[in-house]
């Protein structure tokens, strides 16, 4: 143990961590990096989610290499100061793979609170002010026609909300599927073309409002693809079909315009999966940047963090809708959900199906019932790790950046992807 990792208290008894390693595994094809820390009591472990599959090697480095040793022997209860510790421990802040790795130990460490104390963790954050968390899934399709096939087969599930997306020509829209050659004479065939988006996505949800009707939900992911003038007619354009949100409008270089765009916007605006710095969200809070807040939990930190954007939220009127697809662990699904039901700031939750791969992968797995979301009941977050199942399902490196090289215009220009 070194002894600057020592705490300057004494623990009010003997335990203390031992171990903390992070775990990568995935059962859908999609990095998943999850947070193992073990204490001196046999069998009292926590698991937090850690996942920043994009650079999913450079976090589980720093949690083995560099945050792991920090760790060692101190008491697993003191999470905020071990929280700051990690946090100002690297000198040069945030960032996605530090805060994921801090999210990792975070998350892990608010697993052994509940279990240390028979409690779900939503429990320890004052307990529920719903009983679960309402969910939206993506439908998406080649055709609009297509797409709202898929709508409909997920709103038959029970789902009260959707996310709509329809590909097109060459790459196709985000979330939808493409067709190759699509621009045969353009110097990059298979190119993005934004002013045909522009165009066809507000014809997709005229269709949309005819085919489902005036109850449903209807949400668009624009993936950063937008300047900000763009996006403000987008947003003009999509009004008579209340979307209940338009998300990621523009890229973060532009996120100083949030405010600007959403004072225009006839829309709400859901931004932040892209922040990587608990204080960046918070001004989008603080400015009247959004009107949900979209974060990726884990990539600003973990509980501890969002749990003081949950409290921003409330006193300011913005709602949440936490990042929640596929390339979020199911420990961090459970995270999410603590989140949900603990906060009258709640607005919608990002869902995803696993398959049976990562439920065996990760035992009691957050599964939808009529499209909610119900917090687990069982001390600490009710979900487990299977060690032997997780390592049947290696990692494949360079997924992303394979997808992200394809994401460009006809005249071969790189965009966001």
């Known amino acids: 143990m070194m002894e600057q990792t020592q705490a300057p208290w004494p623990g009010r008894d003997e335990l203390a961590i031992t171990s903390v390693r992070a775990i990568v595994t995935a059962p859908e094809g999609i990095p998943l990096v999850v947070v193992r820390v073990d204490t001196t009591e046999p069998g009292l472990y ?20 560099h945050v792991a040793p920090m760790l060692i022997g101190r008491h697993p209860a003191d999470i905020e100061d071990i929280n700051r510790l990690v946090h100002l421990s690297s000198y040069w802040r945030n960032g996605p793979v530090l805060n994921n790795a801090l999210s990792g130990v975070d998350q892990a460490l608010w697993d052994i ?9 939503y429990e320890l954050l004052g307990g529920r002010v719903r009983a679960a968390a309402d969910t939206y899934l993506h439908a998406a399709g080649a055709t609009v026609s297509e797409t709202l096939d898929d709508a409909q087969r997920l709103l038959a599930t029970g789902l009260r909300h959707v996310r709509l997306q329809t590909g097109g020509p060459g790459l196709g829209t985000y979330g939808a599927p ?3 050659g699509g621009y045969p004479t353009a110097p990059y065939p298979d190119g993005w073309d934004v002013h045909r988006y522009l165009a ?16 449903v939900e209807l949400l668009h992911d624009v993936h950063s693809r937008l300047t900000p003038k ?44 892209q922040l990587s710095s608990v204080t960046d969200a918070a001004r989008f809070v603080q400015t009247h940047a959004v009107d949900l807040l979209r974060v990726h939990v884990s ?46 700031a709640f607005g919608i939750q990002e869902g995803h199906v696993y398959n049976d791969a990562t439920r065996e992968v990760f035992p009691g797995t957050p599964v939808a019932v009529n499209g909610y979301l119900y917090p687990s009941d069982e001390p600490g977050w009710g979900v ?4 032997t199942q ?4 290696e990692p494949e490196t360079g997924l992303h950046e394979r997808w992200a090289a394809r994401v460009r215009r006809p005249d071969g220009g790189l965009e966001s992807p």
Not at 384 to 387: G, N, V
Request: glycine fraction near 8%; charged fraction near 25%; charge should be negative.
């Open 113 to 121: 609170a509940g279990k240390r104390a028979g409690m779900p963790v």
């Open 384 to 387: 487990d790790l299977d060690e």
């Open 46 to 65: 926590g698991l937090g989610c850690a996942t920043f599959t994009q650079r999913f090697h450079a976090v589980a480095a720093t949690v083995d290499r």
């Open 230 to 273: 763009q996006a403000v007619v987008l947003a003009r354009a999509l009004e008579p079909y209340r979307l209940f949100f338009l998300e990621d409008v523009v890229a973060p270089e532009h996120y100083d315009r949030l405010p600007s765009i959403r004072e225009q916007s006839p829309v709400p605006i859901a931004v932040g999966e």
């Open 299 to 344: 990539t600003v930190g973990g509980l501890s963090a969002c749990r003081k954007l949950v409290a921003l939220c409330e006193f300011t009127g913005v709602r949440t809708a936490w990042h929640g697809p596929g390339d979020v662990s199911p420990v961090g699904v459970a995270a999410n959900i603590a989140l949900d039901v603990t906060t009258s």
């Open 200 to 215: 066809t996505t507000p014809r997709l949800f005229e269709r949309a409002r005819e085919v489902l009707g005036d109850e």
């Open 390 to 393: 997780a390592a049947k399902y």
């Open 178 to 180: 493409g067709t190759a």
